[in-house]
């Protein structure tokens, strides 16, 4: 069906910036919101930032004006720019996508598709 490939974690000091990416292939029409969520050791999954098929960014109080969402709908990709990374930043990364899949002979559909994380680590 869709795969989501993300890669760009890793370990970094505070202040350190990172760049995320997710790549999304298989069977896709068109992917509608693509957005990078996170989840911490013992707490709930959050949303950190989201991008509309448009260009309309959402993000968590927590990371504005620090991370940046975009996306390369040519490459069915989507980039997180994270910049003056913080320990509490600390989370396993997901990336998330809306997509209305294009089946070999059946009905398109629209459905939520999920990358395999990747961790990202504040630490000095």
């Known amino acids: 069906q869709v795969q989501l490939v993300e890669s760009g974690g890793g370990l970094v000091q505070p202040g350190g910036s990172l760049r995320l990416s997710c790549a999304a292939s298989?069977?896709?029409?068109?992917?509608?919101?693509m957005g990078w969520y996170r989840q911490a050791p013992g707490k709930e999954r959050e949303l950190v930032a989201d991008i509309s098929n448009g260009g309309g960014t959402n993000y968590a109080d927590s990371v504005k004006g620090r991370f940046t969402v975009s996306r390369d709908n040519a490459k069915n990709t989507v980039y997180l720019q994270m910049n003056s990374l913080k320990p509490e930043d600390k989370a396993v990364y997901v990336c998330?996508?809306?997509?209305?899949?294009?089946?070999?002979?059946?009905?398109?559909?629209?459905?939520?598709?999920w990358g395999q994380g990747t961790q990202v680590t504040v630490s000095s």
């Open positions: 998330n996508a809306a997509v209305t899949v294009d089946p070999t002979f059946r009905t398109r559909y629209d459905a939520s598709f």
């Open positions: 298989g069977s896709i029409f068109s992917i509608n919101a």
